[in-house]
């Protein structure tokens, strides 16, 4: 991912052994690498509120609330199409410009640098492009009051249909 010429910064805990490894990236690249292996809320919103992307690539996710965080903040996500990420964040069509995110479906390296690549070529080649799609996760709505219109017309379906 280095070869991208990105800066990368990690927070959270998992695998000991990807930990392992994420550390030694730091020590090859401590100026492009940040590897905090720990949770620390007032960090997690600092780092969302300062990336332009934001990579979550869980490989399980009930719900999920830093990819919106992170859209509200502008930072696009990368995620992987599971639980509350799916529901969250639609795969971005380079031509249509719909999608709000860049989303790859297994627990592949490969797939995963994939949307990485996706992520980082527009980013970095077509910078109107990136800014309209910064615009649209931002002005996405995640509110309670959104939330529960959508189970009023949900039930009004299932009024309807009775």
Known sequence: M???KVQLILLGTGDPKL?????EKEKKYPEECSINIMFDNVLAHQIEAAS???LMP???EPCGLNQMYSMLYGAVPIVRNTGGLSDTVE???EETEDGSGFVFET??????FNAVKRAVKIYKEDHEKWERLQRKIMDKDFSWKN???QWEQVYQFALDKK
């Open 52 to 54: 332009d992307i934001f």
């Open 147 to 149: 939330s529960a219109k």
């Open 107 to 112: 627990m592949d390296a490969d797939e995963f």
């Open 2 to 4: 280095m070869d991208l």
């Open 58 to 60: 869980s490989a399980y």
């Open 19 to 23: 930990e392992k490894k994420f550390k």
């Open 91 to 93: 795969d971005y069509n």
